[in-house]
């Protein structure tokens, strides 16, 4: 095997299991049960898991042209994208319906989309990001709109593509302003050269068209629109992926354009950030607020969310890179066992889908109702939680970079964003009505549990010993300590 090859070894297992997926089921006779291939699909992504961390052992370098590198920034988010399709892998295993068509091409979209999202991250050459990113998204149209059975899902998929493909048109556009302007595409280069480019004002409108592409794949206001309605259409295990995995490799890529590529801007991305995430906070809450559906208030709370994790971009140097990166992983974490958890309660068909319907859910099922407890805890912010931490180095860090009002902000978001969450809480921990159905109560299966487990225990992990994973993200952060300026 060659070194080139080493350096995208998870991309290359993923790509051979979505392969095989793809083969075994159309030599599967057509009235087998597909869930066979959950198992080898999540198998192959506990490979691709094993690869990113087996290559903390390879010098930091590039490959295939210096289009792709591996670093441990690379690998820091290789690792959380990994575990989070391994998590929604399991999760539709126990969760989808045996009879239902097309189930090895679902699983095979998911590992197909996990090798977009994973190269995104490790992308150094512009071209290869937008590569990337839209194999990560094409997968992730087709699966929003999974449920074509239901009018929500084929609309879900419709607005999704259409929104996403207006906005990756704004990154092509911007890639090929910087091209005009520096002459080249490759990120590790174009900080060098920004000083001498040919026009200012082409950098500038480029650094704008690419803020609007990456902008808009994590769902930040104001380019947040189609959100609560494919988190609404589409399945709740794809909404655990796509709500989670396609944002990592986003910020990944917001990551190297920022602090790789941009740098010299910092003076002009740093006050658009801080509105950005201003605006993300106050509209994601103040909407969430009003929501009685659990996925579009979930929706919105991702919105958020993103506002928080912008903050730390505040903080400027290595350590904004790090307190982004962490919360990046924590957030995964806690978002990925709340959509797992409502898709056991709430169904396939989501008949549960209102917050009034999950009332009792804590006397129906006290496993599942108290894992759902404790994952809106950590969605608030409480100690002794991973959303804990997570907010607490965002806000920590942007105040070091001296933006107090914005941490100021950010504070009293959380304090809105605590009566919808606590809403939601209320509803599971209060017993049914009398004389009302309680409904039935949910079964974790092998898979399911595994997955919930996962999130679970990165959960309290990142909230009682969070080091490891902050040293992690540290590490990650000190990829970009060559750079000028930081």
């Known amino acids: ?184 595409t490759q990120i590790t280069e174009i900080a060098s050269l920004i000083p001498a480019a040919r026009s200012h004002s ?93 996925k579009r208030m979930l929706a919105y709370s991702s919105i958020a969310h993103a506002g928080y994790l912008l903050a730390a971009f505040a903080g400027v140097g290595l350590q904004g890179i790090a307190a982004a990166s962490f919360y990046v992983a924590a957030y995964a974490a806690m978002n990925v066992g709340i959509f797992a958890l409502i898709t056991v309660a709430g169904g396939y068909e989501e008949k549960r889908a209102l917050i009034g319907d999950f009332r009792g859910l804590v006397y129906r099922s006290p496993l599942v109702g108290g894992l759902m407890l404790f994952f809106l805890i950590s969605l608030v912010g409480i100690p002794f939680t991973g959303g804990f931490f997570a907010k607490f180095y965002s806000f920590s860090t942007a105040m070091q970079g001296g933006a107090g009002w914005l941490v100021l902000i950010g504070l009293v978001n959380s304090g809105v964003a605590a009566a919808y969450y606590l809403r939601f809480a209320l509803s599971v921990a209060r017993p049914a009505a009398s004389g009302t159905h309680a409904g039935e109560t949910p079964r974790l299966g092998l898979a399911v549990s595994l997955a919930v487990g996962l999130a679970a225990i990165a959960t309290l992990a990142l909230g009682i010993l969070p080091g490891h994973v902050l040293d992690a993200a540290h590490a990650a952060a000190q990829s970009f300590a060559a750079i000028s300026g930081f």
Not at 219 to 239: I, K, L, Q
Not at 256 to 280: E, F, K, Q
């Open 1 to 184: 095997m060659t070194p080139d090859v080493l350096r995208i070894l998870p991309e290359v297992v993923l790509t051979v299991t979505g392969v095989l997926v793809m083969l075994a089921d159309a030599s599967m006779a057509r009235a087998a049960s597909r869930r066979s291939l959950g198992w080898l699909a999540a198998l192959g992504v506990v490979g691709a898991l094993c690869a990113s961390v087996w290559q903390l052992a390879l010098p930091a370098g590039t490959a295939f042209y210096n289009t792709v590198q591996t670093d441990a920034f690379s690998v820091f988010f290789h690792v959380v994208v990994c575990g989070i399709v391994l998590a929604a892998v399991l999760l539709s295993i126990d969760t989808l319906p045996a009879d239902q068509h097309h189930l090895g091409e679902y699983f095979a979209l998911m590992v197909f989309g996990a090798v977009g999202m994973c190269l995104l991250s490790s992308a150094v050459e512009l071209l290869v990001v937008f590569i990337a990113l839209e194999i990560s998204s094409i997968s992730t149209y087709v699966l929003a709109g999974y449920r074509k059975q239901t009018a929500k899902g084929p609309e879900a998929a419709i607005k999704y593509f259409l929104l996403g493909s207006f906005a990756t048109g704004f990154l092509l556009y911007g890639i090929a302003m910087i091209f005009g302007a520096t002459g080249t």
């Open 202 to 294: 082409l950098v500038l409108l480029s650094f704008a068209l690419l803020m609007v592409g990456v902008l808009f794949k994590v769902s930040a206001a104001p380019f947040h629109v189609w959100t609560p309605d494919v988190y609404e259409g589409a399945p709740s295990p794809v909404v655990a992926l796509m709500s989670t995995a396609p944002k990592a490799g986003a910020f990944a890529v917001l990551i190297r354009l920022l602090y790789g590529a941009y740098p010299t801007l910092h003076t002009i991305w740093l006050p658009l950030l801080w509105m950005v995430a201003v605006l993300s906070m106050t509209v994601g809450n103040l909407a969430a607020l009003r929501q009685t559906n659990v």
